[in-house]
């Protein structure tokens, strides 16, 4: 993916577009599911392990301020006022980023309405996006999204969150140290639809190649979904430009649930349920 910045998890860094995150606020659009609730659908589960929505996050989080949101539906302004205190309300985002002056604004609206939000706010003067996955609809709009950004000088960035999960970090850290030999492959089994559980799989693939795609080919399960709008299903293969080979198979919803990444010298494997329990004992 072309120029989408992280952004340093807001930690007062200084970054390309000359933002401070310690004096920065931020504005919401949407506020449901990956925006405010998400996390009440996690607690007591073994992954959740950190604040999953995006206003948890940012109350955890040095040099941020939350002072707006903005959604369709008052009922659910409303109950996100009452759980966490803003009092600042829009039902039009573009009138809230008018009367804001908005620094960063986070976006977690539905996928189809998230191309033409990003642009918009991008021609708006936004100086920073930070926005739920998967990133949009097609390589289309994500074209569209990142020339605009670029143009109007605004930094975006996507939350694929589980890039920093602690037992990928040591995956990497084990690889950056050659213990398992050369990196070569890797491999992901997985009962997750395409965009919107595997845009954290391709993601990931990125950070351990560190290096763009070469060439990918794929296979969709199913061509009559193909045709329609849902999200999809397949299988298919990347060969990166350092000559990483990603494979993935997203399967269906009893796939078995197993990652690879692989080396000449030994495998490192990743089964979520049994980490998950090693992790809950350590």
């Known amino acids: ?117 990003i642009i918009s706010l991008a021609e708006l003067g936004v100086r920073a996006i930070y926005t739920t996955k998967p990133m949009c609809r097609s390589l289309a709009e994500a074209d569209m999204m990142i020339d605009t950004c670029r143009k109007n000088g605004v930094i975006l960035a996507i939350a694929c969150h589980k890039n920093w999960i602690p037992w990928f970090l040591a995956c990497l850290e084990s690889i950056r140290e050659g213990k ?19 845009s954290h799989t391709l993601a990931l693939f990125r950070l351990f190649t560190d290096a763009p795609a070469k060439w990918v080919f794929g296979h969709m399960n199913s061509d009559e979904a193909a045709e329609g709008d849902g999200d999809l299903s397949g299988m298919g293969m990347i060969l990166y430009e350092n000559d990483i080979h990603g494979f993935l198979s997203t399967g269906g919803r009893h796939t078995l649930r197993l990652g690879n990444r692989c080396g000449v010298n030994s495998p490192i494997l990743k089964d979520h349920e049994v980490l998950n329990k090693l992790l809950l004992k350590n």
């Open 180 to 198: 398992i030999g050369r990196f070569s492959s890797m491999v992901c089994n997985y009962g997750w639809s395409l965009s919107r559980g595997h």
């Open 1 to 117: 993916m072309r120029d989408c910045y992280v952004l340093n998890h807001f930690l007062g860094e200084t970054n390309k577009g000359g933002l401070r995150w310690d004096l920065t606020e931020v504005r919401l659009l949407d506020v449901e599911e990956s925006g405010s609730t998400i996390d009440d659908e996690q607690v007591g589960k073994p992954q959740f392990r950190y604040p999953w929505a995006h206003v948890p996050a940012f109350i955890e989080a040095r040099g941020i301020e939350l002072v707006a949101a903005s959604d369709l539906s008052v009922d659910r302004l409303n109950d996100f006022s009452r759980r966490w205190g803003i009092t600042v309300l829009y039902t039009d985002y573009l009138e809230m980023v008018a009367k804001e002056q908005s620094d960063i604004v986070s976006v977690t609206t539905q996928a189809a309405e998230r191309a033409e939000i």
